[in-house]
Protein backbone atom coordinates (compact mmCIF):
# COMPACT_ATOMS: atom_id res chain seq x y z
CA UNK A 1 0.00 0.00 0.00
CA UNK A 2 2.77 1.99 1.10
CA UNK A 3 4.08 1.64 -2.37
CA UNK A 4 1.32 2.58 -4.46
CA UNK A 5 0.92 5.88 -2.52
CA UNK A 6 4.51 6.77 -3.00
CA UNK A 7 4.18 5.98 -7.29
CA UNK A 8 0.80 8.16 -7.19
CA UNK A 9 2.98 10.80 -5.00
CA UNK A 10 5.87 10.81 -7.87
CA UNK A 11 3.19 11.25 -10.59
CA UNK A 12 1.76 14.12 -9.20
CA UNK A 13 4.53 15.63 -8.21
CA UNK A 14 5.62 14.56 -12.01
CA UNK A 15 2.68 16.33 -13.69
CA UNK A 16 2.87 19.18 -11.66
CA UNK A 17 6.70 20.03 -12.89
CA UNK A 18 5.69 19.30 -16.34
CA UNK A 19 2.75 21.52 -16.27
CA UNK A 20 4.94 24.65 -14.56
CA UNK A 21 7.87 23.41 -17.46
CA UNK A 22 5.39 23.83 -19.89
CA UNK A 23 3.98 26.92 -18.79
CA UNK A 24 7.54 28.59 -18.82
CA UNK A 25 8.31 27.00 -22.27
CA UNK A 26 5.56 27.42 -24.58
CA UNK A 27 6.11 26.07 -28.10
CA UNK A 28 3.24 25.89 -30.99
CA UNK A 29 3.64 23.54 -33.93
CA UNK A 30 2.75 23.75 -37.86
CA UNK A 31 2.12 20.63 -39.24
CA UNK A 32 0.29 22.08 -42.23
CA UNK A 33 1.90 21.09 -45.15
CA UNK A 34 1.77 24.24 -46.90
CA UNK A 35 2.78 26.28 -43.17
CA UNK A 36 0.27 28.71 -43.20
CA UNK A 37 0.09 29.21 -39.95
CA UNK A 38 3.64 29.82 -39.36
CA UNK A 39 4.48 33.85 -39.66
CA UNK A 40 6.65 35.25 -42.06
CA UNK A 41 9.94 36.72 -40.69
CA UNK A 42 8.82 40.03 -41.95
CA UNK A 43 5.84 40.01 -40.00
CA UNK A 44 7.54 38.53 -36.70
CA UNK A 45 9.80 41.49 -37.21
CA UNK A 46 6.78 43.78 -37.17
CA UNK A 47 4.71 42.92 -34.45
CA UNK A 48 7.82 41.89 -31.65
CA UNK A 49 8.90 45.45 -30.80
CA UNK A 50 4.93 46.51 -30.31
CA UNK A 51 5.00 47.34 -26.69
CA UNK A 52 1.16 48.65 -26.28
CA UNK A 53 -2.11 46.67 -27.25
CA UNK A 54 -3.15 46.47 -30.61
CA UNK A 55 -7.19 45.96 -30.70
CA UNK A 56 -8.86 43.91 -33.17
CA UNK A 57 -12.53 44.23 -34.32
CA UNK A 58 -13.15 41.18 -36.33
CA UNK A 59 -16.83 41.60 -38.17
CA UNK A 60 -16.67 38.11 -39.97
CA UNK A 61 -18.89 36.59 -37.19
CA UNK A 62 -22.29 34.45 -37.64
CA UNK A 63 -23.34 31.45 -37.03
CA UNK A 64 -25.53 31.44 -40.61
CA UNK A 65 -22.18 31.63 -43.02
CA UNK A 66 -22.12 29.75 -46.23
CA UNK A 67 -19.52 26.87 -45.69
CA UNK A 68 -16.76 28.76 -47.23
CA UNK A 69 -17.18 32.12 -45.20
CA UNK A 70 -16.73 29.68 -42.33
CA UNK A 71 -13.58 28.52 -43.24
CA UNK A 72 -12.27 32.08 -43.73
CA UNK A 73 -13.36 32.87 -39.78
CA UNK A 74 -11.87 29.87 -38.73
CA UNK A 75 -8.58 30.68 -40.47
CA UNK A 76 -8.84 34.39 -39.52
CA UNK A 77 -9.43 33.22 -36.17
CA UNK A 78 -6.33 30.76 -35.70
CA UNK A 79 -3.85 33.10 -37.96
CA UNK A 80 -4.81 36.32 -35.40
CA UNK A 81 -4.37 33.36 -32.80
CA UNK A 82 -0.70 33.31 -33.96
CA UNK A 83 0.03 36.75 -34.01
CA UNK A 84 -1.19 36.64 -30.38
CA UNK A 85 1.48 33.51 -30.09
CA UNK A 86 4.26 36.00 -30.67
CA UNK A 87 3.33 38.96 -29.03
CA UNK A 88 0.52 39.04 -26.06
CA UNK A 89 -0.18 42.97 -26.95
CA UNK A 90 -2.65 41.97 -29.70
CA UNK A 91 -5.64 41.11 -28.88
CA UNK A 92 -8.88 40.46 -31.09
CA UNK A 93 -12.64 40.05 -30.79
CA UNK A 94 -15.24 38.99 -33.10
CA UNK A 95 -18.09 40.81 -33.47
CA UNK A 96 -21.25 40.03 -35.17
CA UNK A 97 -22.90 43.41 -36.22
CA UNK A 98 -26.19 41.38 -37.38
CA UNK A 99 -26.77 39.58 -34.40
CA UNK A 100 -29.46 41.86 -32.87
CA UNK A 101 -32.77 42.84 -35.32
CA UNK A 102 -33.33 45.69 -33.55
CA UNK A 103 -29.81 47.27 -33.86
CA UNK A 104 -29.22 45.43 -37.29
CA UNK A 105 -30.07 48.25 -39.69
CA UNK A 106 -28.07 50.46 -37.39
CA UNK A 107 -25.27 49.22 -37.14
CA UNK A 108 -24.93 48.26 -41.29
CA UNK A 109 -25.14 52.01 -42.00
CA UNK A 110 -22.30 52.57 -39.37
CA UNK A 111 -20.07 50.40 -40.92
CA UNK A 112 -21.10 51.56 -44.17
CA UNK A 113 -20.13 55.02 -43.32
CA UNK A 114 -16.58 54.18 -42.42
CA UNK A 115 -16.60 52.23 -45.69
CA UNK A 116 -16.98 48.81 -44.08
CA UNK A 117 -19.28 48.08 -47.15
CA UNK A 118 -21.49 44.85 -46.83
CA UNK A 119 -21.12 41.78 -48.78
CA UNK A 120 -24.46 39.64 -49.87
CA UNK A 121 -23.94 36.25 -51.24
CA UNK A 122 -25.74 33.32 -52.72
CA UNK A 123 -25.84 30.52 -50.39
CA UNK A 124 -26.26 27.19 -51.76
CA UNK A 125 -26.48 24.43 -49.40
CA UNK A 126 -28.77 21.25 -48.62
CA UNK A 127 -30.22 21.45 -52.13
CA UNK A 128 -31.85 25.14 -51.14
CA UNK A 129 -30.85 28.97 -52.21
CA UNK A 130 -30.68 31.84 -49.76
CA UNK A 131 -28.58 35.05 -49.34
CA UNK A 132 -26.59 36.44 -46.48
CA UNK A 133 -24.88 39.34 -45.95
CA UNK A 134 -21.45 39.54 -44.09
CA UNK A 135 -18.65 42.19 -42.96
CA UNK A 136 -15.82 40.89 -44.22
CA UNK A 137 -13.66 43.32 -42.49
CA UNK A 138 -11.55 43.88 -39.27
CA UNK A 139 -10.17 47.14 -37.57
CA UNK A 140 -7.23 47.60 -35.86
CA UNK A 141 -6.37 50.22 -33.13
CA UNK A 142 -3.11 51.37 -31.88
CA UNK A 143 -2.25 54.14 -29.64
CA UNK A 144 -5.55 56.26 -30.97
CA UNK A 145 -4.89 55.12 -34.34
CA UNK A 146 -7.13 52.86 -36.58
CA UNK A 147 -6.51 51.34 -39.97
CA UNK A 148 -9.47 49.55 -41.85
CA UNK A 149 -8.59 45.37 -42.94
CA UNK A 150 -10.31 43.93 -45.94
CA UNK A 151 -10.42 40.08 -44.96
CA UNK A 152 -11.73 39.47 -48.93
CA UNK A 153 -9.57 39.30 -51.89
CA UNK A 154 -11.80 40.08 -54.58
CA UNK A 155 -11.14 38.37 -58.20
CA UNK A 156 -13.15 39.06 -62.04
CA UNK A 157 -14.97 35.72 -62.31
CA UNK A 158 -14.14 34.04 -59.18
CA UNK A 159 -16.52 31.85 -57.55
CA UNK A 160 -17.60 31.62 -53.64
CA UNK A 161 -14.73 29.08 -53.37
CA UNK A 162 -12.05 30.90 -55.21
CA UNK A 163 -12.67 34.19 -53.44
CA UNK A 164 -12.45 32.16 -50.15
CA UNK A 165 -8.95 30.85 -51.23
CA UNK A 166 -7.87 34.03 -52.14
CA UNK A 167 -8.64 36.08 -49.44
CA UNK A 168 -7.12 33.17 -46.92
CA UNK A 169 -3.62 33.52 -48.70
CA UNK A 170 -3.96 37.19 -48.36
CA UNK A 171 -4.75 36.82 -44.98
CA UNK A 172 -1.17 37.02 -43.58
CA UNK A 173 -0.47 39.98 -45.42
CA UNK A 174 -3.57 42.04 -44.86
CA UNK A 175 -2.98 41.85 -41.30
CA UNK A 176 1.07 42.18 -41.63
CA UNK A 177 0.51 45.65 -44.06
CA UNK A 178 -2.67 46.98 -41.71
CA UNK A 179 -0.26 46.17 -38.36
CA UNK A 180 3.04 47.87 -40.23
CA UNK A 181 0.89 51.16 -41.16
CA UNK A 182 -0.09 51.78 -37.56
CA UNK A 183 3.53 50.78 -35.64
CA UNK A 184 5.87 52.25 -38.48
CA UNK A 185 6.37 55.65 -39.20
CA UNK A 186 6.56 57.44 -42.63
CA UNK A 187 10.14 57.40 -43.41
CA UNK A 188 10.50 57.64 -47.34
CA UNK A 189 9.25 59.69 -49.62
CA UNK A 190 8.02 59.94 -53.37
CA UNK A 191 8.11 62.47 -55.60
CA UNK A 192 5.23 62.72 -58.64
CA UNK A 193 6.81 64.32 -61.69
CA UNK A 194 5.06 67.73 -62.80
CA UNK A 195 6.36 70.14 -65.92
CA UNK A 196 6.03 67.83 -68.79
CA UNK A 197 2.38 67.07 -69.11
CA UNK A 198 1.69 64.44 -66.25
CA UNK A 199 -2.02 64.24 -65.31
CA UNK A 200 -3.24 66.87 -63.11
CA UNK A 201 -3.63 65.65 -59.51
CA UNK A 202 -7.36 65.10 -59.45
CA UNK A 203 -6.48 61.60 -61.70
CA UNK A 204 -4.17 60.39 -59.46
CA UNK A 205 -6.41 60.79 -56.63
CA UNK A 206 -7.42 57.69 -55.64
CA UNK A 207 -3.95 56.58 -56.06
CA UNK A 208 -2.06 59.62 -53.88
CA UNK A 209 -4.51 58.69 -51.23
CA UNK A 210 -3.56 55.35 -50.64
CA UNK A 211 -0.09 55.67 -51.34
CA UNK A 212 -0.26 58.35 -48.36
CA UNK A 213 -0.93 55.96 -45.69
CA UNK A 214 2.42 54.54 -46.35
CA UNK A 215 4.54 57.22 -47.54
CA UNK A 216 5.34 60.87 -48.05
CA UNK A 217 4.58 62.36 -51.12
CA UNK A 218 5.37 65.31 -52.92
CA UNK A 219 4.88 66.95 -56.49
CA UNK A 220 8.54 67.52 -58.03
CA UNK A 221 8.92 69.78 -61.30
CA UNK A 222 11.94 69.74 -63.71
CA UNK A 223 11.12 73.31 -65.03
CA UNK A 224 14.58 73.83 -63.08
CA UNK A 225 16.61 72.32 -64.71
CA UNK A 226 17.15 74.97 -67.70
CA UNK A 227 18.29 77.24 -64.77
CA UNK A 228 20.42 74.79 -62.46
CA UNK A 229 20.44 70.90 -63.44
CA UNK A 230 22.41 70.62 -60.13
CA UNK A 231 20.71 71.91 -57.61
CA UNK A 232 17.64 70.20 -59.73
CA UNK A 233 19.60 66.41 -59.02
CA UNK A 234 20.20 67.32 -55.66
CA UNK A 235 16.83 68.09 -54.89
CA UNK A 236 15.25 65.16 -56.66
CA UNK A 237 17.75 62.65 -54.86
CA UNK A 238 16.04 63.14 -51.76
CA UNK A 239 13.51 61.38 -52.78
CA UNK A 240 13.50 57.36 -52.86
CA UNK A 241 11.20 56.97 -55.71
CA UNK A 242 9.59 59.07 -58.95
CA UNK A 243 6.50 58.26 -60.32
CA UNK A 244 5.92 59.78 -64.16
CA UNK A 245 2.28 59.78 -64.52
CA UNK A 246 1.69 59.78 -68.32
CA UNK A 247 3.47 62.68 -69.72
CA UNK A 248 2.30 64.41 -72.79
CA UNK A 249 5.38 66.44 -73.47
CA UNK A 250 8.88 65.90 -74.88
CA UNK A 251 11.33 65.59 -72.11
CA UNK A 252 14.72 67.36 -73.07
CA UNK A 253 18.26 66.25 -73.03
CA UNK A 254 18.68 68.44 -69.69
CA UNK A 255 16.00 66.85 -67.79
CA UNK A 256 16.52 63.06 -69.17
CA UNK A 257 20.43 63.54 -67.62
CA UNK A 258 19.14 64.75 -64.62
CA UNK A 259 17.12 61.46 -64.54
CA UNK A 260 19.60 59.54 -65.46
CA UNK A 261 22.12 60.13 -62.59
CA UNK A 262 19.03 59.84 -60.26
CA UNK A 263 18.87 56.22 -61.53
CA UNK A 264 22.52 55.80 -61.28
CA UNK A 265 22.47 57.15 -57.82
CA UNK A 266 19.96 54.00 -56.48
CA UNK A 267 17.11 55.81 -57.39
CA UNK A 268 13.59 53.55 -58.11
CA UNK A 269 11.41 54.49 -60.81
CA UNK A 270 7.60 53.89 -61.66
CA UNK A 271 7.06 54.65 -65.35
CA UNK A 272 3.52 55.19 -67.18
CA UNK A 273 3.99 55.97 -70.13
CA UNK A 274 1.87 56.49 -73.37
CA UNK A 275 4.03 55.83 -76.87
CA UNK A 276 0.31 56.30 -78.67
CA UNK A 277 -1.44 59.90 -78.42
CA UNK A 278 -5.56 59.04 -77.94
CA UNK A 279 -7.79 59.17 -75.47
CA UNK A 280 -11.54 57.30 -75.06
CA UNK A 281 -12.99 60.77 -74.15
CA UNK A 282 -12.40 62.24 -77.56
CA UNK A 283 -13.94 59.92 -79.39
CA UNK A 284 -17.53 61.18 -78.10
CA UNK A 285 -18.14 63.68 -80.49
CA UNK A 286 -21.07 63.66 -83.65
CA UNK A 287 -18.41 61.77 -86.16
CA UNK A 288 -17.51 59.47 -82.88
CA UNK A 289 -14.04 58.86 -84.57
CA UNK A 290 -10.70 59.96 -83.88
CA UNK A 291 -7.25 59.52 -84.63
CA UNK A 292 -4.63 58.24 -82.80
CA UNK A 293 -1.15 59.21 -83.28
CA UNK A 294 2.64 57.78 -82.22
CA UNK A 295 3.98 60.43 -79.15
CA UNK A 296 7.03 61.33 -79.27
CA UNK A 297 8.47 61.82 -75.46
CA UNK A 298 11.82 61.99 -76.33
CA UNK A 299 12.63 58.74 -73.89
CA UNK A 300 13.08 55.66 -76.68
CA UNK A 301 17.32 55.82 -75.87
CA UNK A 302 16.57 56.28 -72.52
CA UNK A 303 14.72 53.23 -71.92
CA UNK A 304 16.28 51.38 -74.84
CA UNK A 305 19.82 51.85 -73.08
CA UNK A 306 17.50 50.10 -69.82
CA UNK A 307 16.73 47.42 -71.75
CA UNK A 308 13.02 47.87 -73.02
CA UNK A 309 11.42 49.35 -75.84
CA UNK A 310 7.63 50.88 -75.95
CA UNK A 311 6.62 50.86 -79.47
CA UNK A 312 4.04 53.30 -80.61
CA UNK A 313 0.94 50.67 -81.52
CA UNK A 314 -2.22 49.60 -80.09
CA UNK A 315 -2.86 46.76 -78.13
CA UNK A 316 -6.25 45.13 -79.26
CA UNK A 317 -7.49 42.18 -77.77
CA UNK A 318 -10.66 39.93 -77.75
CA UNK A 319 -10.53 40.00 -73.89
CA UNK A 320 -11.08 43.30 -72.61
CA UNK A 321 -13.71 45.43 -70.42
CA UNK A 322 -16.31 46.93 -72.13
CA UNK A 323 -16.89 50.26 -73.34
CA UNK A 324 -20.36 51.76 -72.13
CA UNK A 325 -22.70 53.75 -74.99
CA UNK A 326 -25.99 55.10 -75.14
CA UNK A 327 -27.98 53.12 -77.74
CA UNK A 328 -31.38 54.18 -79.45
CA UNK A 329 -32.82 57.52 -80.16
CA UNK A 330 -33.89 60.23 -77.67
CA UNK A 331 -35.63 58.82 -74.76
CA UNK A 332 -35.85 55.18 -76.45
CA UNK A 333 -31.93 55.03 -75.26
CA UNK A 334 -30.51 52.85 -73.39
CA UNK A 335 -27.03 52.41 -71.89
CA UNK A 336 -25.45 49.39 -72.89
CA UNK A 337 -22.07 48.05 -72.44
CA UNK A 338 -20.20 46.40 -75.19
CA UNK A 339 -17.43 44.81 -76.34
CA UNK A 340 -14.28 47.43 -76.46
CA UNK A 341 -11.23 45.84 -77.89
CA UNK A 342 -8.64 49.05 -76.61
CA UNK A 343 -9.43 48.44 -72.95
CA UNK A 344 -6.97 44.96 -72.51
CA UNK A 345 -7.36 43.12 -69.18
CA UNK A 346 -3.61 42.19 -68.52
CA UNK A 347 -2.90 39.34 -65.98
CA UNK A 348 0.21 36.90 -65.18
CA UNK A 349 1.08 33.31 -64.38
CA UNK A 350 3.96 34.53 -62.79
CA UNK A 351 4.15 33.98 -59.27
CA UNK A 352 5.98 37.60 -58.28
CA UNK A 353 4.68 39.22 -55.34
CA UNK A 354 3.51 42.24 -57.23
CA UNK A 355 1.07 40.21 -59.22
CA UNK A 356 0.21 37.00 -57.00
CA UNK A 357 -3.39 36.55 -56.46
CA UNK A 358 -3.93 39.96 -57.90
CA UNK A 359 -6.82 40.83 -60.02
CA UNK A 360 -7.08 41.79 -63.54
CA UNK A 361 -5.44 45.13 -64.26
CA UNK A 362 -7.49 47.76 -66.93
CA UNK A 363 -5.75 49.38 -69.34
CA UNK A 364 -6.97 52.03 -71.88
CA UNK A 365 -5.21 52.40 -75.53
CA UNK A 366 -2.09 50.19 -73.90
CA UNK A 367 1.14 49.80 -76.05
CA UNK A 368 3.24 47.10 -76.36
CA UNK A 369 6.45 46.69 -74.83
CA UNK A 370 9.57 44.94 -75.60
CA UNK A 371 12.62 43.28 -73.73
CA UNK A 372 16.32 43.72 -74.95
CA UNK A 373 19.36 41.78 -74.13
CA UNK A 374 21.43 42.85 -71.92
CA UNK A 375 22.61 42.58 -67.87
CA UNK A 376 19.56 44.21 -66.07
CA UNK A 377 17.06 41.32 -64.51
CA UNK A 378 13.97 41.69 -66.67
CA UNK A 379 10.11 40.48 -65.07
CA UNK A 380 6.80 40.92 -67.27
CA UNK A 381 4.56 41.73 -64.86
CA UNK A 382 1.41 41.80 -66.62
CA UNK A 383 0.52 41.28 -70.39
CA UNK A 384 -2.47 40.97 -72.73
CA UNK A 385 -4.87 38.02 -73.30
CA UNK A 386 -3.28 35.25 -76.17
CA UNK A 387 -5.79 36.96 -78.58
CA UNK A 388 -4.31 39.95 -79.39
CA UNK A 389 -3.40 41.98 -82.51
CA UNK A 390 -1.17 44.94 -83.04
CA UNK A 391 -2.86 48.42 -84.56
CA UNK A 392 0.09 50.98 -86.17
CA UNK A 393 -0.77 54.46 -86.26
CA UNK A 394 -1.41 56.22 -87.44
CA UNK A 395 -4.88 55.04 -87.51
CA UNK A 396 -8.74 56.16 -87.19
CA UNK A 397 -10.51 54.36 -83.76
CA UNK A 398 -14.29 54.27 -84.12
CA UNK A 399 -16.71 53.75 -81.79
CA UNK A 400 -18.44 51.60 -84.60
CA UNK A 401 -15.91 48.79 -83.77
CA UNK A 402 -18.72 47.85 -81.58
CA UNK A 403 -21.30 46.96 -83.82
CA UNK A 404 -18.70 44.91 -85.74
CA UNK A 405 -18.11 40.74 -85.12
CA UNK A 406 -14.47 40.29 -84.86
CA UNK A 407 -12.81 37.72 -86.47
CA UNK A 408 -10.52 35.77 -84.25
CA UNK A 409 -8.14 34.85 -86.77
CA UNK A 410 -7.01 38.30 -87.32
CA UNK A 411 -5.95 38.09 -82.93
CA UNK A 412 -3.08 36.24 -83.76
CA UNK A 413 -0.39 38.19 -82.12
CA UNK A 414 -0.01 35.97 -78.65
CA UNK A 415 0.27 37.66 -75.43
CA UNK A 416 1.87 40.94 -75.40
CA UNK A 417 3.95 42.71 -72.41
CA UNK A 418 2.24 45.63 -70.93
CA UNK A 419 4.25 46.05 -67.74
CA UNK A 420 8.08 44.45 -66.75
CA UNK A 421 10.05 45.46 -63.56
CA UNK A 422 13.64 45.56 -64.55
CA UNK A 423 16.15 45.14 -61.91
CA UNK A 424 20.33 45.62 -61.70
CA UNK A 425 23.03 47.82 -61.63
CA UNK A 426 21.96 49.85 -64.78
CA UNK A 427 24.41 51.68 -67.64
CA UNK A 428 24.10 55.51 -67.97
CA UNK A 429 22.51 56.31 -71.01
CA UNK A 430 24.89 59.14 -71.54
CA UNK A 431 27.83 57.17 -70.87
CA UNK A 432 30.65 57.80 -73.67
CA UNK A 433 28.39 60.21 -74.89
CA UNK A 434 28.04 64.43 -75.39
CA UNK A 435 26.14 65.23 -72.29
CA UNK A 436 24.00 68.51 -72.29
CA UNK A 437 25.47 69.70 -69.14
CA UNK A 438 28.85 69.24 -67.29
CA UNK A 439 28.53 67.15 -64.30
CA UNK A 440 30.23 67.55 -60.87
CA UNK A 441 30.10 63.75 -60.35
CA UNK A 442 29.69 62.05 -63.21
CA UNK A 443 28.75 57.64 -62.32
CA UNK A 444 28.26 55.75 -65.67
CA UNK A 445 27.29 52.51 -63.68
CA UNK A 446 24.08 52.39 -60.87
CA UNK A 447 24.57 50.94 -57.42
CA UNK A 448 21.87 48.02 -57.62
CA UNK A 449 18.43 49.43 -58.53
CA UNK A 450 14.87 48.92 -59.75
CA UNK A 451 12.40 50.67 -62.24
CA UNK A 452 9.21 49.61 -63.46
CA UNK A 453 7.81 50.47 -66.75
CA UNK A 454 4.10 50.20 -67.84
CA UNK A 455 3.15 50.83 -71.17
CA UNK A 456 -0.09 53.01 -70.47
CA UNK A 457 -0.48 55.93 -68.61
CA UNK A 458 -4.29 55.11 -68.19
CA UNK A 459 -3.55 52.40 -65.86
CA UNK A 460 -2.83 55.41 -63.10
CA UNK A 461 -6.00 57.44 -63.46
CA UNK A 462 -8.70 57.76 -61.56
CA UNK A 463 -12.49 58.56 -63.18
CA UNK A 464 -13.44 61.93 -62.17
CA UNK A 465 -17.50 61.86 -61.88
CA UNK A 466 -19.35 65.04 -61.11
CA UNK A 467 -15.80 66.79 -60.26
CA UNK A 468 -15.31 64.32 -57.63
CA UNK A 469 -12.99 61.42 -58.04
CA UNK A 470 -13.73 58.40 -58.29
CA UNK A 471 -11.71 54.96 -56.52
CA UNK A 472 -9.23 53.99 -59.21
CA UNK A 473 -9.78 50.66 -60.88
CA UNK A 474 -13.96 51.24 -60.34
CA UNK A 475 -15.88 50.86 -62.76
CA UNK A 476 -19.20 52.93 -62.08
CA UNK A 477 -21.14 51.75 -65.05
CA UNK A 478 -20.88 47.76 -64.61
CA UNK A 479 -19.88 48.75 -60.76
CA UNK A 480 -17.00 46.24 -61.25
CA UNK A 481 -13.41 46.80 -59.52
CA UNK A 482 -10.09 46.47 -61.94
CA UNK A 483 -6.98 45.49 -60.01
CA UNK A 484 -5.24 48.79 -61.03
CA UNK A 485 -4.70 50.34 -57.27
CA UNK A 486 -3.72 47.15 -55.87
CA UNK A 487 -1.13 46.42 -58.73
CA UNK A 488 0.52 50.15 -58.68
CA UNK A 489 0.70 49.65 -54.70
CA UNK A 490 2.48 46.46 -54.76
CA UNK A 491 4.38 48.24 -57.65
CA UNK A 492 5.81 50.80 -55.14
CA UNK A 493 6.07 48.53 -52.35
CA UNK A 494 7.98 46.29 -53.96
CA UNK A 495 10.25 49.20 -55.05
CA UNK A 496 10.41 50.75 -51.82
CA UNK A 497 10.02 47.56 -49.55
CA UNK A 498 12.19 47.38 -47.00
CA UNK A 499 11.35 44.51 -44.46
CA UNK A 500 10.42 41.99 -46.96
CA UNK A 501 6.45 42.73 -46.19
CA UNK A 502 5.67 42.46 -49.95
CA UNK A 503 7.14 38.99 -50.29
CA UNK A 504 4.48 37.76 -48.25
CA UNK A 505 2.41 38.07 -51.01
CA UNK A 506 4.00 35.09 -52.58
CA UNK A 507 2.81 32.69 -49.98
CA UNK A 508 1.06 29.84 -51.63
CA UNK A 509 -1.63 27.88 -49.46
CA UNK A 510 -4.34 25.65 -50.30
CA UNK A 511 -7.62 25.45 -49.28
CA UNK A 512 -9.56 22.15 -49.63
CA UNK A 513 -13.61 22.74 -50.14
CA UNK A 514 -16.37 20.03 -49.88
CA UNK A 515 -18.54 19.60 -52.77
CA UNK A 516 -22.04 21.21 -52.33
CA UNK A 517 -23.75 20.05 -54.81
CA UNK A 518 -22.52 16.25 -54.14
CA UNK A 519 -23.32 16.78 -50.79
CA UNK A 520 -26.90 17.69 -51.69
CA UNK A 521 -27.54 14.47 -54.12
CA UNK A 522 -26.11 11.83 -52.00
CA UNK A 523 -27.05 13.56 -48.69
CA UNK A 524 -29.87 10.72 -48.18
CA UNK A 525 -27.50 8.02 -49.27
CA UNK A 526 -25.22 8.81 -46.45
CA UNK A 527 -27.73 9.78 -43.52
CA UNK A 528 -28.96 6.08 -44.40
CA UNK A 529 -25.49 4.84 -43.93
CA UNK A 530 -24.23 6.62 -40.89
CA UNK A 531 -27.78 5.77 -39.22
CA UNK A 532 -27.95 2.03 -40.46
CA UNK A 533 -24.55 0.95 -40.69
CA UNK A 534 -23.83 1.22 -37.19
CA UNK A 535 -27.18 -0.40 -35.93
CA UNK A 536 -26.39 -3.14 -38.28
CA UNK A 537 -22.62 -3.59 -37.00
CA UNK A 538 -24.00 -3.95 -33.78
CA UNK A 539 -26.81 -6.00 -34.09
CA UNK A 540 -24.06 -8.68 -36.03
CA UNK A 541 -21.62 -8.05 -32.81
CA UNK A 542 -24.61 -9.15 -30.25
CA UNK A 543 -25.74 -12.02 -32.30
CA UNK A 544 -22.14 -13.57 -33.06
CA UNK A 545 -21.37 -12.52 -29.17
CA UNK A 546 -24.70 -14.43 -28.16
CA UNK A 547 -24.00 -17.14 -30.45
CA UNK A 548 -19.96 -17.45 -29.18
CA UNK A 549 -21.46 -17.69 -25.28
CA UNK A 550 -23.79 -20.05 -26.13
CA UNK A 551 -21.69 -22.45 -28.05
CA UNK A 552 -19.09 -21.67 -25.05
CA UNK A 553 -21.35 -22.70 -22.08
CA UNK A 554 -23.20 -25.13 -23.63
CA UNK A 555 -20.39 -27.53 -23.17
Do not use: C
Request: charged residues 25%; neutral net charge; proline residues 4%.
Amino acid sequence: MKKRLKHIAILLIALIAINYISSLAFKRFDLTEDKRYTLSEATINIIKNVGSPIEIDVFLSGEDFPSEFRRLQNETKQLLEEFSSENNNIIFNFINPLEDDTTRERHIQQLTDRGLTPMQLSVQENGKASQAIIFPWALASYNGKTVIISLVKNKIGASQQDLVTNSVQHLEYAFADGFSKLTNPKHKSIAFLIGNGELKGRYTESFRRILSEYYKIAPFTLDSVAENPERTLKQLDAFDLIISAKPTEAFTEEEKLVLDQYTMNGGKSLWLIDAVAMEKDSLYNDRGKNFATSRDLNVTDFFFKYGVRINPVIVSTLYSAPITLAMGEGSESQFQHLRWPYAPLASTNDNHPIVNNLNLVKFDFANQIDTLKNNIKKTILLESAPLTKLEGTPREISLEIVTQNPDPATFNKGNQTLAVLLEGEFTSVYANRIKPFELQKEINKSVPTKMIVIADGDVIKNDVFKNVPQELGFDRWTGQTYGNKEFLLNAVNYLLDDNGLINIRSKEITVEFLNQEKIADEKTKWQIINILLPLLLLGTFGMLFNYFRRKKYAN
